[in-house]
């Protein structure tokens, strides 16, 4: 189709977009998901400001956009304000990577979120309000446990990935979820439908959307996407001769922030950025991603239930009800769905992991099932474990995570190893 | 209205129940918002498994019912699950407090969330699935800046409040968001009807029963929540005579988990920590709150991509360009809108802060606007500001942040104090 002349200039795009009203309104631009390049996928538009525009269901910037609908209400944001992108783009070049077509490889995210004022100027010029989904920047990072381990010399200084005042060099990158349903419907083995109608019914009719426009194939759903922090050189992620160690990290703000004792995430976390520099000051490359899924995605308050649940049971907190208390309350044992985790992975160009940081068999299975082979599994050092979190490892080691070590027997799983309340 | 007999004996509520067709479907309770006791404000009730129960707008876990959604649709989860809330309950009892019923005191919480199953235990036994939208547990918190603390000998085990390993004590509470549309509008200063419809199109279509349903006055928003730490008793809290050091703390995950040294984030928060647990250890109580509203509630794609425009912007990276990056990527300087964060102090009983450790003075406004008296506040000791978050703090302390010290002239907002890119 050529431009419509009886549409206004200003939404009237050159000759060579292809204006359709299939994936959308009228002047809405179709997305081919996975083709070759970026001209022949189209640009991801989920704007508010121009509804015909939209080929999406949802909106940028997840949840958030409840609190951008709030600084509107309030009169501090124009609704009609058009996002200034000067200086914004990546610092780092990442892809594009084979990946980024290979069929199914990629369905969580955007493989052109990053690049858009380069890869859709002729739509931003015609237009279209396009946001990135992903950013790329550079930043110090410092942490009192890489400082605590230059102190102690487990780490060195070298000027270039690690500072001597602790500042460890990375690039980090923020992604925001655009779900492909089609795709993502196979990686939980139902079909699009079943999915459409199940997120629609299981949120309370969250986007009508889901069950009425087939058409609409891109999902931007409001929950936190991830941040992946990149030691040394972004684009040795791709090369699989360049050593790699690498830590998939889901969020537990309880211990990533807080410190609590009661698992091992904030130390799992700080012992894989150590691995990560170590790696990069050898001459490989190091990569940490962080995804927003609190609880294992059942949220900060199923969490504190279970907690209470486990501490105040019969024979107290024991490694074999680890699992079952979290199924009573929340229904499964654990929500976080590593299918569609490997998404950033392939997206970075990673084709082999040297030293995956996990015991997860969850994270291990999902990204060997994404085509990416890992060599060698790393798990935390035994002196890493808090005292109430032996619960948790022996719960896990038990349920089949990874361990060197010997596996806990039936015996010591009853065993109460877990702080009381009041304790 | 007394029960009916032509629905099923199981969803039949007993007669002291008053049916209603008001707020929900046929079956659902009223909602009376602010009413003195638990029974006359009624339950909320955003199940998705008995639709003709729900009396309100959305479901429970914010954001993680899509999470929910993948378990349905991957056979994981039954969707008729019923969460098992034995030994779930409460470590320390929270109230009720005289602000819970106050007109206008707590508009985006519920009060009764976290005793859902003392005060509604007749709807439960008739078949409402009530879920707890506050939970609260006892955690033992161990970070390396309390540890580095208690060995300067800033801080004192005493084995009460802090353990000679450097683990502090806490009760900490999970808060999901409960908002009571007619007076959320009001504390943003616009129209019921105008906020519904601005939640609806800012959000490209999230929940139309925004604005189809004017008779639902409850939403259970998608977004995050909140977590509040308390060093020393949860009750003293709501005691003005006993001195409370309080910090609200909105989320910066990429200081506070990875110690970037852009901002002054995690610093003021350990900083707070410290003044928290030498608080409890005088005699008083402490108070660490902590919001998630990422990236000042912009999301972290948004803030990198700021990051970027700061750091390579002509001049470099100036305190009188601080703000101004912000507004051109995003409209708003900031998206946090602190008007509804008081909720959580008036839901502990709070009336006075003694220390409030912040610098904010939208947090400070706040929070007196909200009736509660501040005495001191208490800023970050220089030494504590990374080098590269100078910028910040120079940009806060011109736009009327509190300081105690001399607000940075003209002349000094245009040196370029933060690290360039590659740097």
């Not at 795009?13 to 390049?37: D, K």
């Not at 859709?120 to 015609?126: I, K």
């Not at 150590?274 to 927003?292: K, N, P, T």
């Amino acid at each position: 189709m050529s431009a419509d002349p009886t549409i206004p200039a200003r939404e009237n795009p050159p000759r060579h977009i292809r204006l359709t009203s299939h994936a959308g309104g009228y002047g809405a631009l179709p997305i081919r998901w996975a083709a070759a390049t970026a001209a022949e996928r189209g640009p991801v538009v989920g704007t508010t400001t121009n509804r015909s525009h939209r080929n999406v269901i949802g909106t940028h910037s997840g949840s958030y956009s409840v609190y951008r609908a709030l600084a509107v209400a309030s009169g501090a944001l124009s609704a009609s304000h058009k996002a200034d992108l000067t200086n914004t783009s990546p610092t780092d070049i990442i892809g594009p990577y084979p990946q980024w077509s290979e069929p199914g490889r990629i369905v969580a995210m955007d493989p052109w979120g990053a690049t858009i004022a380069d890869v859709f100027g002729t739509e931003l010029a015609a237009g279209y309000d396009i946001r990135p989904t992903i950013a790329v920047t550079q930043a110090h990072v410092i942490l009192p446990e890489v400082i605590e381990a230059l102190q102690s010399g487990r780490l060195k200084a070298d000027g270039k990935y690690l500072t001597a005042g602790g500042a460890a060099m990375v690039t980090k990158v923020a992604v925001e979820p655009v779900w492909f349903l089609p795709e993502v419907a196979k990686r939980f083995n139902c079909s699009e439908t079943d999915l459409r109608r199940v997120l629609f019914e299981e949120t309370g009719g969250m986007y009508p959307e889901l069950v009425t426009r087939s058409d609409l194939e891109v999902f931007l759903p409001p929950i936190g996407g991830l941040t992946a922090y990149i030691f040394g050189k972004p684009r040795d992620l791709a090369n699989p001769e360049i050593e790699l160690t690498a830590r998939v990290h889901d969020e537990c703000n309880g211990s990533d922030v807080f410190g609590s004792d009661i698992c091992t995430c904030r130390p799992y976390l700080t012992h894989a950025i150590e691995e990560c520099i170590q790696g990069a000051q050898r001459g490989g490359v190091g990569l940490v991603s962080y995804f927003r899924k609190e609880g294992r995605a059942l949220g900060e308050v199923t969490k504190f239930l279970v907690y209470n649940a486990r501490k105040r049971q019969v024979g107290g907190d024991t490694a074999d009800q680890y699992f079952n208390r979290t199924e009573c309350v929340a229904g499964v044992q654990d929500m976080r769905f590593q299918e569609l985790m490997p998404d950033v992975l392939n997206w970075l160009g990673i084709r082999k992991i040297h030293r995956l940081v996990s015991m997860s068999n969850m994270k291990y299975d999902a990204i060997t099932a994404a085509g990416i082979e890992v060599v060698e599994r790393v798990n935390i050092p035994e002196h890493m474990i808090p005292a109430d979190a032996q619960v948790e490892m022996d719960a896990k080691m038990a349920a089949g995570y990874f361990t060197p070590g010997a596996v806990p027997t039936a015996e010591e799983l009853k065993k109460a190893k877990g702080r009381g309340l009041d304790a």
